[in-house]
């Protein structure tokens, strides 16, 4: 049990990037503790160049859109409109009671399909 617990750790420690903080309770300062004033701080971060704050780009840089999602082609349209059309008939057969014992949604949605393909839906 101690192995475990011990390779669970290693594996977890392993898992954690470099300068992750420890998991530890914050604390507070103490009274001892020197207080440092709020302009003696260093900075962070280094301040941005001159830019169009407005739309968050900097001067030279242009912002490349987010890539578009595919349109469907007719297939996959069909394909999602008789998979609708099955799960609501399924759905309305189940709290009707009428889906014989043993049939599953995988056999269902199979002979569903091939009647809708046939009605040519």
Request: aromatic share 4%; with cysteine; net charge positive.
């Amino acid at each position: 049990m101690k192995l475990r617990t011990v390779c669970f750790c290693l594996a977890l420690a392993a898992t954690l990037p470099a300068g992750a903080p420890a998991f530890a309770q914050a604390t507070t300062p103490s009274s001892t503790t020197p207080a440092v004033p709020p302009a003696a701080k260093p900075a962070t971060a280094p301040a941005k160049p001159a830019g169009d704050a407005a739309k968050g780009t900097t001067a030279g840089t242009t912002a490349t859109p987010a890539p578009a999602k595919p349109a469907q082609s007719p297939a996959q349209a069909a394909l999602h409109q008789r998979q609708t059309t099955c799960g609501a008939e399924w759905r309305t057969a189940k709290e009707a009671g009428k889906i014989p014992a043993g049939q599953t949604w995988p056999k269902y949605w199979s002979a569903c399909n091939t009647r809708l393909k046939a009605q040519g839906k």
